[in-house]
């Protein structure tokens, strides 16, 4: 121990050594052509100092400046807030150059040089100071602005301004609160009213003149200090402004919430002024090089003559067009054009750009990386491949995954949308566990949605929580809104598969069955059945009536086949999108479907294999519930083998349309998972029907339904255990899988299945499940004289699972990672019950990303890391992949190909969200 | 690959040449005074083969002999069923010796050589072929043998029971089921029929020649192969019968269910011939060198004249005791004396022996270490540290830990219980979760049990389950039966912690609370309110009627201090074992107590700390439900704050007076942790109660209740969870233990609080915690002026807490493992459901123990393991232990010690068995 001290002192020496030798460079000139920066110090010089010297050095007409670095920042606030040495030299110098190439003087009384000042962080940053201009002037230099400019209204107007800005930012009298006024436009307010006049514009330049005294007058009633008249002192004040904003209060709560860094720090960006309101000549805009809401090719953006930037934003004037610029300043608008080429050719991206004119001269004064909708980042992409600006993997790269859903969902008409926003329709929000836009009619029982929608009605089937006997209706249904569940819950679960939109867990809804209507918490609105509302599931969002939804024109192409592919360009860029992915991506994308047309739908979509059939969901099909029922209520091994006898052939029947629609894809097929409760009724009126059903007293079946109550279900007799307990089950479904596939290979289809065996958490439990599959697989290949292959393999979803991950590669062919149950046993955590601590978890960030949504990488994917290493080194093929939620989740798709799984499965829908994950995960 | 293969290749054909090179010794002589053998070579020899050597080797009389080692039999499964080659000559020769030594020859006419052929495991095992006698015998050798013996009757006999052996073992003739009979038995009969008697010993010498000849038709018959007469054929016959049995069904049932490997191997003894039936100068007997029963240093057993080991066993003849034989040979008895004191000074234990007198000479033929009661156990090892026959070390290694339960636990008086038994008064049998013996009046209702106990009368308190509002009811009666819940369900928990009988989860109950009455599934009896039952809580039995109990001795001198330490001899037994443990054990031993009165018995036990001190056991106390209720109930934090200030004086008192007791043992508390429905009623009566009782409308009661509802509560809102929520109540949980300390402090009382955070999963959990006790106990000291020390830690009790152990380590100062949850979680087995599949689950072998009972070292043990190193690693003086129910069981506090934590902490009752558990963990 005493050692290791005595090194770290000598290390904590060096590094005092090393930093005094370093000599660090404090300030980046840019103008005249020439910058010391570039757009890759965008650490050092912030966002915009960054791309004001990468304009500087590409030729453009960049006023010149200045950047401070970050790194004074960090010394700032490592220095209780003082400069480093040579700090000032460095900027006395950068300000000369700045002089030299203006050909004005900072503080000069003839021919002034007034600049702007303005932070500018590594990542845009609300809540820090943003820009001072017209820095540098004064009771004396002011007069040299007339001189110059001939217009001493401007000259005022101009000082007014700059000593209203710094009065507020650097003085800090910028009201805290909305009930507090700010001094100095109360000042201009009894000026306006003296004068007689109702608009700023009409002051004269006299008023403004003497604004700028009263001005004066209450910074020092309010500070007890004066204005600085000596431009150095106002400058150092502003760059302290700048600095000191880094740490306000709007600013630390900004970091917090988007993860950045305190260390980080801003930059400071000094620079030459140039004005927009000299005159009719002089003008201001702001710019996209496309179109950030379309992504189309042209040239995007708005402008005043005569203005300052701020007057673009304010909305005291409307902004034109950039077209009209044509016509207003014709060299400028096609100086602009010009640079919107360079610009996008040397960025290669879509950038916002902010210029100024002056007496007919244009300077840029910002550019960035322009914000756009999902819809144009993804139009973007696909048109600069085909401009040949970027690369199919930059292409890729400039794609999240989830803007895909963009192509793929039916939305709203957005403007119809927010008209019923500002109506006060948006009734509750719920998960958006369902995305998509569904409008209908709502109903209460799925029977009548059932009926309604044969009817030809539009419905949204609207339950406390639904149930498998639900399927039908759920079906049929436009939408599903539920009050209770989590995202995994049945409604979740099942409309995600289906592919319909769904907002679940509702919880300000109180839902009356007897009296069919919604009441909602805070809301006098109630809704009755029949009456139309309107589910967001992209969002949650529920809306009272009805809402125009637009297809999908890649779901036209793809499923309905009602569009021509060549005629639907929004296809046509999906497809292209698809198509890369799939050369770049190295994990294969699967599905959870366990129906012949979600599988369809899914291989439209592109899976390549089943990655998760749940058989038991095959139990509620029609006639099937009957015999499970029967089976469950069994007292007896014969009884139970009769009740499974009746399955048998209904079980197989659904097999061979999967095997059928697949063809040789692989099939994985969990054996029956669900605690034995889920399909009974749990209500007398249902008990007793299922008694008449099956003959057997209402008594003995709610003594039955009573025994298999749990506690903790999710941790209860399920999975795996079922078939332990009661193997003759395990061997029907091996039957059913074994005889289907025999089955449709005399066809001549191929069929490739997988036989998982779920919740195994100990090798013996496998191996005793895993001897029956195989045993059931030699007779029958004996009794059909039929041979395939198959594999029996396992889900790895408890912990203990996990752990022993080489014992059980023993006996297993294959992983598939249950990440829903892992998560919830890993961290501790029933989803169904989440809700009422997980909020305020994610309020406190607890956990950054809801662990149920994106994978606990540090916790879960300790798990999978360890079972994959283990697993793999017992059995060095063994295959593995995830059929948990989060295989559709990117960030999970990222970490699952970093941590070398085979594939990923995921609903249907997802599968092309999935296919563009892990192609960018394989490029990054 | 290929390599590998290669090497593998390689380093099989270098084991094939050892294995050529190497010429193992088959058979191991004994006799005359010397053995090729020893007890060491147990695994070659067996048990019995080994002991017989070393009795040799101590100059003891024992008929010469060989044995075959254990490695013929590996040979023989190896290859076939054959022996290795030199086998014959190796017997031939060993066999020469004993004829040398006995002066007989095998299969000589005049002076035959007879032997005992026997099997011989490394561990004893039913199952296994036992012994055939007098082989040798054919029609000519039986002459000899009527020569030397001059007694036709005892030569015929021998040889017709030899002929009956054979036939049975070696030929297989004995029945296989109940209902076959044996051939040789129906031959006896009808002869006694023909011969008109009654008892074999009727029968004649030329009667019994005649069974020998019929025996061998009969054998002829079922067989179709005649009776073997040459000895060697039969000695051969008789070692492949050994061999061969050691692959039959029952030894390989007896083996899997033992853990017994198949490699082992048994080993065949075959040893001369001595005859206890030659007449009234012979006998035979077995004795233990101590009382097996008591433990008492005595000579202990029992013998018969003139008559072979069988018939002491067979129960026709009244064996007599020991010091019997004193008087019918006095030589014989002195000379076992004798020996008995060369065995013990020898194997320095109790040895059970077999000897024969054959006219007057004493020959011993067997001798193992004695099997014996639980108490014997501990008094022989307690004596023999006195006797310097072992050491202390010794002879902790010796007591199993819970054997102490017999030294701690009321007990049923044994022989009235097994006629209770026997008279089908044993009712059901539930899980055994408070050992120990109880009797009394059923009760069904916490009130009623207070009231009749309150008018004297013993009861036991009889619910479907227990919840917090029985505590004083069962605080009150002998002992507490539910029909439902598990190992860790309320009744079991509390039971434990009070030291009271249990039997939980006797699901055969079926219970009527409104006609007060219990009806058993199987059984006729009803039982009534108010009659008898009995309850042992160390096997889970219920009994009906009244038992006699026996109070523990130890108890009365510890808590009850009734009994004079002096005068109690069993108690100064537990106390020398206890000083010896605390003399070698490294583990720390801790109690889980809440209340003074436990803790002070805990102490009296022996325990150093409270490692898990339950605060919401404390809100069920009189005057704080009503509170805890109201801020369960409140709508807003103030409402929340108000509640929590009434329950903060009662819980700082509760604190004072655990602080008081324990005055300066570290006391680790836990904050609240259990779901909070767990403090409403569930049903109506019970929530119109508490309405009325707070002054809250009903429906918000049973809205609130309904609320609070969880899918799987072990994984809801609970934990730390609460706290993080609701901050207040961690806030006034700190308040309570720091306001506690700093008064007990002030009285001169010494603290050490230990506040410990449940359920973290994240670090920022725990953080977000501490932060709030930390401020707490600053104001506190602030505003006493009493400074205190105090820690804050962690219960490491799910996954993802003991996978993130390092990030945990970095706040919290201690880990407790609770590995009741984390076993739980780790297995996804809800404990409370788990009975439905953990029973077969331990048939079917799948977890060898019940993972609730012993920890899961594989899975839970990796976690932990995890935990340790990683925690360790950031905070290497990091205080470890376990509260978990584990932390009571031996192999358990084993693994403890071994991964390095620091205590273990368990209910006060077993704080004395975590005691020797410990030491022998240290000493192994």
């Known amino acids: 121990m005493a050692q290791k001290k005595v090194s770290r002192k000598t290390q904590s020496r060096k590094t005092t050594a090393r930093s005094k030798k370093r000599v660090p460079k404090y300030v980046y000139f840019f103008g005249g052509g020439r910058a010391e920066g570039k757009t890759e110090m965008k650490n050092l010089l912030g966002g915009k100092g960054a791309n004001l010297a990468e304009m500087t050095n590409l030729g453009l007409p960049v006023p010149a400046g200045f950047t401070i670095t970050t790194e004074v920042c960090t010394y700032y606030y490592q220095h209780k807030r003082t400069y ?13 150059k700045v002089e030299r190439l203006m050909g004005a003087r900072f503080g000069d009384e003839q021919n002034p040089l007034l ?23 004064n009771d004396k230099t002011v007069n040299g602005l007339i001189k110059q400019s001939g217009n001493p209204r401007f000259a005022y107007d101009s000082y007014r301004r700059f000593v209203q800005m710094y009065g507020d930012v650097v003085l800090d009298l910028k009201p805290k609160t909305k009930d507090d006024v700010d001094p100095f436009e109360e000042i201009i307010e009894a000026k306006k009213k003296a004068k007689g006049v109702t608009y700023d514009v009409e002051l004269t330049a006299e008023d403004l003149k003497e604004l700028v005294a009263e001005f004066k007058k209450a910074i020092k009633r309010e500070t007890g200090r004066s204005f600085p008249e000596d431009p150095r002192e106002q400058l150092w004040g502003a760059i302290g402004a700048v600095f000191g904003s880094w740490m306000n209060d709007r600013a630390i709560v900004y970091r917090k919430l988007n993860g950045i860094p305190e260390e980080w720090g801003t930059a400071v960006n000094i620079q030459a002024m140039v004005f927009g309101n000299y005159g009719e000549d002089s003008g201001t805009g702001v710019a996209f090089t496309r179109d950030p809401a379309t992504g189309e090719n042209i040239f995007y953006g708005e402008f005043l003559m005569n203005a300052q930037g701020e007057d673009v934003v304010a909305g005291t004037r409307t902004p034109l067009p950039i077209l009209e610029l044509a016509k207003k300043d014709r060299r400028s608008y096609r100086e602009l054009l010009r640079i919107r080429k360079v610009l996008e050719a040397h960025y290669r991206e879509m950038m916002d750009i902010e210029f100024t004119i002056q007496q007919g001269k244009l300077y840029m004064l910002q550019c960035r990386v322009g914000k756009r909708t999902a819809f144009a980042s ?67 029982h799925a ?36 009050a209770r569940g989590g995202m995994t819950s049945h409604a979740a679960l099942v409309a995600r598969q289906m592919g319909k939109v769904c907002v679940a867990g509702c919880d300000a809804l109180e839902i009356d069955y007897k009296k069919r209507e919604i ?8 809704i009755y059945e029949g009456d139309f509302i309107s589910l967001d599931g992209t969002t949650g969002e529920v809306i009272l009536g009805e809402l125009e939804t637009r297809p999908s024109e890649v779901l036209q192409v793809l499923i309905d086949k009602t569009l021509d592919p060549k ?9 292209r999108i698809m198509r890369w992915a799939d050369k770049y991506r190295r994990l294969r994308i699967r599905t959870n479907a366990d129906q012949p047309d979600q599988s369809a739908n899914a291989i439209a979509f592109g899976a390549e294999g089943i990655g998760l059939c749940r058989t038991e969901h095959m139990f509620f099909g029609e006639g099937k519930i009957g015999p499970m029922r029967q089976m469950i209520l069994s007292d007896s091994v014969e009884e139970r083998k009769a009740a499974l006898a009746k399955l048998l052939p209904l079980q197989r029947r659904d097999f061979e349309g999967i095997f059928r629609v697949m063809n040789g894809k692989p099939i994985t097929i969990r054996t029956i998972d669900p605690p034995l409760h889920e399909f009974l009724p749990h209500d007398d009126a249902g008990q007793r029907e299922v008694a008449k059903d099956l003959g057997i007293p209402f008594e003995v079946v709610k003594t039955r339904v009573a025994a298999l109550h749990e506690f903790n279900p999710m941790l209860g007799f399920r999975g795996c255990r079922l078939g332990i307990v009661y193997p003759e089950i395990t061997e029907m479904q ?54 395939f292959k198959y594999l029996v393999g396992t889900m790895i979803e408890i912990p203990r699972g996990a752990i022993t991950a080489d014992e059980i590669a023993g006996v297993a062919e294959f992983f598939s990672f249950g990440t829903n149950d892992l998560t919830q046993t890993t961290l501790g955590v029933s989803r169904d019950d989440a809700g009422r601590f997980l909020i305020p978890y994610v309020e406190q960030e607890i956990y950054s990303r809801d662990p149920f949504e994106a994978i606990d990488q540090v916790g879960v994917g300790f798990l999978m890391k360890h079972a994959v290493q283990n697993g793999r080194a017992v059995r060095d093929k ?39 994950a892990a192609a960018r995960a394989a490029i990054a």
């Open 84 to 96: 480093p040495p040579g700090l000032k030299e460095n900027v006395d110098k950068a300000l000369k």
């Open 115 to 137: 600049v702007s000042v303005r932070s500018g962080a590594r990542a845009s940053m609300p809540g820090m100071m943003d820009t001072i201009l017209n820095l540098g002037l």
């Open 378 to 444: 993804i139009r973007i992409a696909v048109d600069m491949v085909r401009q040949k600006l970027i690369t199919q993997k930059e292409a890729l790269m400039r794609i999240e995954p989830d803007q895909l859903n963009q192509l793929l969902r039916p939305i709203f008409d957005p403007v119809q949308k927010k008209q019923a926003v500002a109506q006060g329709r948006l009734m509750a929000k719920g998960l958006n566990a369902g995305p998509g836009a569904a409008t209908g009619r709502v109903v209460f």
């Open 447 to 482: 029977d009548d949605a059932v009926t309604l929608a044969s009817q030809g009605a539009d419905v949204i089937l609207v339950r406390i929580e639904t149930s498998p006997e639900d399927i039908e209706g759920m079906s049929v249904a436009q939408g599903i809104l539920t």
């Open 519 to 526: 009441h909602i918490a805070g809301k006098d609105n109630v």
């Open 567 to 575: 005629s639907a360009p929004i296809y046509q860029m999906y497809d």
């Open 734 to 787: 091996a039957r059913a899988i074994f005889e289907a596939a025999a089955n449709v290979k005399k066809e001549g289809v191929k069929v490739l299945p997988e036989v998982m065996i779920p919740l195994v958490g100990h090798v013996k439990e496998l191996k005793l499940q895993e001897e029956i599959v195989r045993r059931v697989a030699r007779e029958v290949m004996k009794e059909t004289g039929v041979r």
């Open 878 to 916: 063994l295959k593995i992949g995830i059929c948990g939620e989060h295989g559709g989740e990117p960030s999970s798709i990222t970490f699952c190909h970093q941590i070398g799984l085979d594939y990923v499965s995921c609903s249907p829908f997802r599968v092309p969200i999935a296919r563009l």
